[in-house]
């Protein structure tokens, strides 16, 4: 009996996803990664100049996007749908992180609400969105940025943020409960500190502040983006067909941590 052969560099062959925060960081190295397993990618994101380098790297397309905007976001999905055929993949990974988000004591209503919009509420329209075609299709895969902080506290506080990514996670869990039987699944991608411009802007303007976390990581380093879009990639391939409403931490053991090794 002969073995067919199983090109694992093709898991996402005919598979089309849309990426939101696809024009640099975690989103362009997932939106790499998934264009050289087989997937059509669609790149939504804020900055035009970078989102179209980015579709053009990946040969997909780009649809400029404010991820709070249910409109917009509508429109990016419908787009991907109308232009390929289906959406089988959701990156839903765009977020903010802004220095004005500190300590619940010096955080004010307006720096918590942006980043509440841009985090969470962002998710919420996204799924919604995505939701309607795969619903249809009968099938998918949705991914959600949360973090490590939804799962555990910081004494180096940035309130909102924290709250948004636990809201991330929570939704997530409910909503690939909710979907399951529907051949959809909902997985919250929870990274460590990684290497991306969000971090390096920390480490330029409070390099303590970024050293105090480096020191929690028994790994002793920070994730690198394409290590993160790999466990994208999974979560969004049949390879996890019986992983759903999962915390899927990729956090270098952070979360396990009471000390870090010698």
Known sequence: MSITPIDLTQRLAGKVAVITGGASGIGLATARRFAAEGATVVIGDMDEAAGLAAAELVNGLFVKVNVADEDQVNELFDTAART????????NNAGI????????LTTELPAWQKVQDVNLK???LCCRAALRHMVKQGKGSIINTASFVA??????SQISYTASKGGVLAMSRELGVQFARHGIRVNALCPGPANTPLL??????????AARRLVHIPLGRFAEAEELAAAVAFLASDDSSFITASTFLVDGGISSAYTTPM
């Open 84 to 91: 390929y055929g289906s959406v089988d993949i959701a990156f």
């Open 97 to 104: 992180s802004p220095p004005e988000d500190d300590s619940i």
């Open 151 to 156: 799962v555990m506290g910081s004494a180096t």
């Open 122 to 124: 962002s998710v919420y």
């Open 200 to 209: 390096q802007e920390l480490f330029a303007k409070d390099p303590e502040r």
